[in-house]
């Protein structure tokens, strides 16, 4: 005679005030809804329902959007401190770190208020002088002249179908005023 198994589901989980407003504002800050569920550790349906605006008090909402702004201000903090160092890194390797930094600061700044961020020239500008720092040291290591290291670059871009890669490798090749 078989013996027949009960299985006893688990009161679902309660989750407080404060919960519920550090995992939306993981969410405002950019995380994926999978890897803030991960780091969290809930599950992922519950969060996406928040994310939805379901199941969420307002003021828990409010309190998740104040402290998205407050991260935002802490971002912001960041960026000035960076872009007050990039002077005196110019000469240095770490410029190309420094000006990524900056740009990363500078765009969860941007995300957190909810402002747009495809379309800051300054995070463009900061990224491709980043790439030509980087093109400049590799040229030298590897003897080359930066503009073969520049073509090289183009080249790679090309093979992977970066067409916005290529364009703005190109215009490290045009001549500038200075």
């Known amino acids: 005679m078989e013996e027949k198994v009960k299985i006893e589901r688990a009161e679902p989980r309660r989750y407080s005030d404060a919960e519920k407003v550090q995992a939306l504002a993981a969410l405002e800050v950019g995380s994926s809804i999978s890897a803030a569920a991960r780091a969290i550790g809930m599950p992922r ?7 939805l605006g379901q199941a969420i008090h307002p003021s828990v909402a409010e309190a998740s959007h ?8 802490k971002f912001e903090s960041i960026a000035h401190r960076i872009v007050d160092a990039m002077p005196g890194k110019i000469g240095d390797a770490n410029l190309a770190q420094a000006a990524t930094a900056a740009g990363i600061a500078v765009d969860k700044m941007r995300l957190l208020r909810g402002e747009a961020t495809s379309n800051i020239q300054i995070t463009a500008t900061i990224n491709i002088i ?9 040229a030298q290591a590897a003897g080359l002249a930066y503009s073969d290291a520049v073509q090289g670059a183009i ?10 890669l290529q ?11 200075g």
């Open 45 to 51: 349906k519950t969060l996406s329902q928040w994310g």
């Open 66 to 73: 104040e402290k998205a702004l407050e991260l935002a201000g």
């Open 130 to 138: 980043a790439i030509q720092v980087s093109l400049q040291e590799a």
């Open 155 to 164: 080249e790679y871009a090309e093979e992977q179908g970066d067409r916005e």
């Open 167 to 177: 364009r703005a490798l190109g215009g490290l090749l045009e001549p500038t005023d």
